[in-house]
């Protein structure tokens, strides 16, 4: 059995031990839990690694050697109609695959009190993480929906049942805007299937098999909107900040932190497939996009409720990486992956941080803090930290992508380019005002609450995940050239895809 | 490599008071106040020592050379563009070195002294290494990515240290005004940055500032506007400039950012940080110097600022908020020097490299002086002091220095450096901005004057406060009497033999310049003399004489109040608020509709099941008989035109309900109540 | 002397057929709907027999099918009529009308 399918795998085994144990053994079950995604996480780290080790000895930047697969495992699964189990992944899958990881073993730490239901709960949550890591994994576009929809589908009972405030009626748009995006997928799954008539679902053979220019005119959209939807595309984000406001603490982490980046992922994949589609459609998904950021960090200032302001940020952060993509740029595109996984990693910890004040203050509304410092100035730091990253402040994550998707996107060279570029850049400003307005707003000042001067700071278990996300946050800020090197290779591909629809489409 | 050991771990620099913000954030910040200041202020000394060995070596064996001992690719953008982190040695980095180390180390002693008893002690100490280390990087940075990373950083030190007293709601609203105003003009340089990427292809100074890369810049024409890419781009680095050096009109935050304890107005917001923005034009010199527009602007930003701050420090009445605005004129005489040097006759540059290292010296010695002052009275309302001299006798002698330096006095560092911007803006042909600068020389020995008397001299006006007054601690003291040192003596440094820009020749002290120069000083601090030696009505008198131009100075020209209009009404108000109704009720509307649109079709259609088994049976029917008479017909258009009819039929029906429905508003859709 | 032809069979086949499902469509009784639901078989195996008689008198495929249909109509009459007591004992009548639990 391969490192990919283990890694898939092992939560999937967690989740039939845990339906198996009792449902008392509420310690039992989480250590289980836990266990299976510290194991995960090793396994991660030792295919990062692994990974960096394979790339260092090829040639330096710039050659655009396409990097084969890796790790591949590859069975035929139902072969008449070309399905095949199909691992493999590149530098982009690797790191993604590392962010999944992290991002749930902080989750699994940071619902260590969870009590309610705690058997169901953990089978759900580790259910839907083997869903993800198994679509970082997959290369075959069939397997690649089907454990896109495990990834998904548990979302729905994991709102509805934990969640807060109007929960089903949030578990239900988010399912259901989800669920149209997966409708518009499996279509251009099963159009790119028989134009290509390759008789394959395997990505390469079917980004080999051109798919004419004219199928891709319309599908690319069609495909580009599907993944759009989960990755928080403007108008159809209007799932994430609902369902992120009633998502429990290690929910929000997860779909937040890692969901949301399967969209940026799967519009990255439909951009290999489909090279002259995006040349067509880029500048249009560029504009939407720009809406995205800009108009995302302006809604965020007016919210003051801790969970709206951090899904607002998530549809500006995330309409980044859309954005990114859709320059089409090496360098943009460099920087949309590099936001994916600096953005998991603000927003894990952000989500993780609103659970555990929550879980101290009973409120979630800005208006009724203020001066938590004084009584919490571990998580305060945190926040700080966390703050910080968002509005792009070098040194830690979200700068490297920040200037990278800037500096991609400028090179486009037209007017029009230009002034979203400059709209974009300017968001910063935005970011920094609201990000601004809650930190202070909640920790400086007096403290407004007298209730709050009894509260206390982040316990040990606490401290782990939020210690993780701090550290990764800081070191992927200030030595970015292991993200670069994984990316850079794993982008070659769709580079030379989209070269050479460029060349075609000239006259 | 150069052989020369301090050049050569010149990165050690920086990296010291990194890992004594690190060591004292981390580890030692909760074994006390004692180890905390101890490690920080060994990481300085450390940090001092190298730095100060870097400039001997560089001065002694490699003066007027540019060398990058040490450069690694931090972020590669493409395989042309590379972002590099690195350490750049030239004449003016090797002086802001010397310059920062310095200040720094002494203002942390100090601190020791100011902060002792404070609950946040080893955090103020952890957060100045932090911003040490930031400024280091900053001027050691070798590309202009290198710079803007730096710049940020310590733009956060500073909102982090002015929010230091974070209970305190003023110092909040303080160092949040202070971060997104910078952030904003950062957006400028954030801009430049991506025009540089773009049109120059590189991101490193050397690179940027060679003559070739200049001329070809110069060359680019923009496909917009349809103006070169020099002068554009040259402007947006200088609107990052002028943001950190709060120049005219993005001044705002530095008199707010007095709320920060006062060595860090000392050590940031008069010495060290604000002068970054001038740093900046220097460092890319050639660029703004090739381009008349931009040099242009540099200049009359600056002539203004200068003037305008120095009007507004005349009617203020916090003894911080003066020396901040006195701060102020002082960069925009700065700036205004760079603005008046070219290429050929690069005195200007000289001279404003000179004045800011003397500024530092006397700015950073009169906050600290202040500070001893505030330390002593508790109060920083000048009406309240008076008479201090015989409370505080050390404090007012070295204030006394700065004073004298500021205010253009010979011997004093102060006079030569303005002078030499005097000088640099006749040599080029200025003669307006030189009759501006000599105006702002008086009000400068004017207002600082009036500060002096007002604080040491005239009579006690709080006696209780006046009465508990006592000098500061040795450790606070000693710092004073250190810096009153360079402050007297800097100026007769031959300063122009270190840090030039082309061939310079001698430079005399031209009295045809310094006279009326001296004259003009002594004549502010006369007037200041005759005004406020003793306490007197007249200041009085003439401010109600003048009360209407009196009141809008004292107000700032209500800039403030524009600003918060602007971004509280109109951008808050009528740009996001509308922004969020918008999404709430129409974007999430149009997706909540779609929803309640197969909400209300399932309802409709509801109707036609009706549970009795007849009507299945007569559907069922109906439908076979269709499908009977389309087989026995084989008519293909018949079973379409058939199938449409039964689907108007059950869209009539779906209608039919629904206008029924709204009519009666029977069952009104339950919409969940949201944010 | 002329017999009834095929027509006068389809004929009454189909009067048979129509009267069955008058009675389906318009019974409130279920035992009544039952009947009508016989008529209905019994008119496709009349035209079973007709065909087989006149068209394909040699195709016993004809001859089987009404037996196939008797069979199926007496299953069907006892399935129903079971169905029928346990309706009846649980709502103590047999009108389709007012049997509507499964409106929408």
Sequence with gaps: MGLLTTIILIPLLAVFVIVLLPDRQKQAIKWVALAATGIDLGLSIYLLVDYLHLISGLPGSGTSTALSLQYVERHVWLGRLGIEYFLGVDGISVLMIFLTAVVIFCGVCASWKHEYRTKEFFAFLLLLVTGVFGVFAAHDLFLFFLFYEVAVLPMYVLIGLWGTGPKEYSAMKLTLMLMGGSALIVVGILVLYF????????????????IPASTQAWLFPIMFFGFGTLGGLWPFHTWSPDGHASAPTAVSMLHAGVLMKLGGYGCLKTIYLMPEGALMWGTFFMVLTTVNIFYGALVAIQKTDLKYITAYSSVSHCGLVLFGLGTLNATAMQGAVVQMFAHGLMTALFFALIGMIYGRTHTRYITEMGGLFKVMPFLGVAYMVGGFAGLGLPGLAGFIAEVQVFIGAFALNSIGH????????????????YILRFLTRMFYGPLQNPEHAKLTDATFVERVPLTILVFLLAFAGMFPGWMIRLIEYSLAPVMANLEQARRAMLP | MTGHWFIDHLWLVPLFPFLGFLLVGLVIRPLGDRPSSTVAILAMVASAVVGWGAAFQYFTHHAGETLVPWQYEWLRFSPTLVGNMGVLVDDISMLLVLVVTTISLLIHVYSQGYMRGDPGYPRFFSFLNLFTFSMLGLVLACSVLQMFIFWE???VSSFLLIGFYWAKPSAVSACKKAFIVTRFADLGFLLGLLMLSYYAKGLDFTFLTSPETVAKLARTTLPFLGVSALPLSAILIFCGAAGKSAMFPLHIWLPDAMEGPTPVSALIHAATMVVAGVYLVARMFPMFAASEPAILTVMSIGAFTALFAAVIAVTQFDIKRVLAYSTLSQLG?????LGVATLDKPLGFTASMFHLTTHACFKALLFLGAGSVIHAVHTNDMREMGGLRRKLPITHATFLIACLAIAGVPPFSGFFSKDEILAAAVENGHYFVFALALGVAGLTAFYMFRLYFMTFWSEPQDHEKYHHAHESPWSMTSVLIVLAVPTALLGLVPF????????????????????????????????????????NGLPDRIAFAFSGIYRVIRDKFYIDELYLFVTHHVIFRYVSAPFNWFDRHCVDGLMDLTAQSALLSGRSLRRTVTGHLQTYLLWAWLGSAVLALVVWQMQAALGWALTFVGLGIIAGIFAWQWVLQLLNRSEPLKRIEKD | ???????????????????????????????????????VLNAAALNFVAFHHFLFPGDSGGAVFPIFIIAVAAAEAAVALAIFIALFRHQQHLDVQQSDSLKG
Excluded: D
Aim: glycine share 10%; hydrophobic share 55%.
């Design chain 1, 418 to 433: 230009r002034l979203l570029t400059i709209l974009v850049a300017a968001s910063v400003v935005t970011t920094a005002v």
């Design chain 2, 496 to 535: 122009g033999h270190y840090v030039h820009r082309g061939e310079l020749e001698h430079h005399g002290i031209n009295w045809l310049i310094a006279g009326p120069a001296i004259l003009v000083g002594l004549a502010g601090i006369a007037v200041a003399f005759m005004l406020y030696f003793r306490p």
């Design chain 2, 153 to 155: 950083l310590v733009g």
């Design chain 2, 333 to 337: 005489y700065m700036m205004l020097a």
């Design chain 3, 1 to 39: 002397m002329n017999g009834p032809t095929l027509e006068h069979y389809l004929v009454f086949s189909a009067l048979l057929f129509c009267i069955g499902l008058y009675g389906m469509l318009t019974r409130r009784n279920l035992i009544a709907m039952l009947m009508s639901v016989e008529l």
């Design chain 1, 195 to 210: 134009q290509a008539g390759v008789g394959s679902f395997s990505m390469s053979a079917i980004a080999q098999a051109k």
